[in-house]
């Protein structure tokens, strides 16, 4: 299920819970009502509250980590690319096409990560069934090295499409673990508990009304960013193109001069 369709169901929710709080209120009697009771519901409304909040807190580090480490590994990928054409260049024109085509799998890559409307996978999925690194340790496998000087470059531009091809299963394994399902339904289910409480002394005027949907669409939003950033290469909010498309201008600059 998607980013958006869950934090639409938890907006449904809180809805209906606030929405049941205000039935409540109309149907239930008065001592129901009373000043003891409003204080006994807010007291345990508190406690619904703080453990809304650590379980939020807990999953916003989460995504927040999930989201950095595959932003830092796109970053350390740009440079290794720059390093990898710069190290090609070093062996002589022999590794023009290499680069060529080292260009062309970085622009391949972005496109197929964060260009909308390009056909087949896209996202982690065009990660996962990317052939770009095998085609390219196959290109350095047909250079022949005439002296020393390149056949230290072919062995260390060998060992950085090592690193990046780690990097790659990095992304991969990391985007493995999604949300735990118990940790939002819980944390749902509680805010839907906070809410009801919300309606159930809430005075019935628009002012209040309008609030309470604010609050409602503010919590559901924070679980969407949540579930987004959790997913840095796929849906609305994504990792950075950056670093990738510094990469590609670099490289291209490096091709002309040489």
Known sequence: MSSLAISLISLLCLVGGLLLGLWLQRRLPNH????????????????????????????????????????????????????????????????????????????????????????GDSGLRAVEKSKALPDLQASLRTLTPQNDQQKAALSQATQIIAEIWQSRLQIMEQQQTPVPTVFLVLLIFWLTLLFMSFGLFAPLNTTVAAVLLVCAFSVASAIFLILEMSHPLDGFIKVSSAPLLKAVELIGESIQSH
């Open 32 to 119: 129901h009502l009373s000043k003891e009771s409003q204080d006994s519901v807010k007291l345990g409304a508190g406690m619904v509250a703080t453990m809304s909040a650590l379980i939020l807190g807990l999953l916003v580090s989460s995504a927040k980590n999930s989201f950095d480490n595959v932003s830092a590994a796109i970053a350390q990928s740009g440079a290794r690319f720059i390093q990898l054409d710069h190290v090609l260049a070093q062996y002589g024109p022999e590794t023009r096409a290499v680069r060529d085509q080292l260009r062309n799998t970085i622009i391949e890559r972005v496109q197929k990560i964060w260009s909308q409307g390009v056909p």
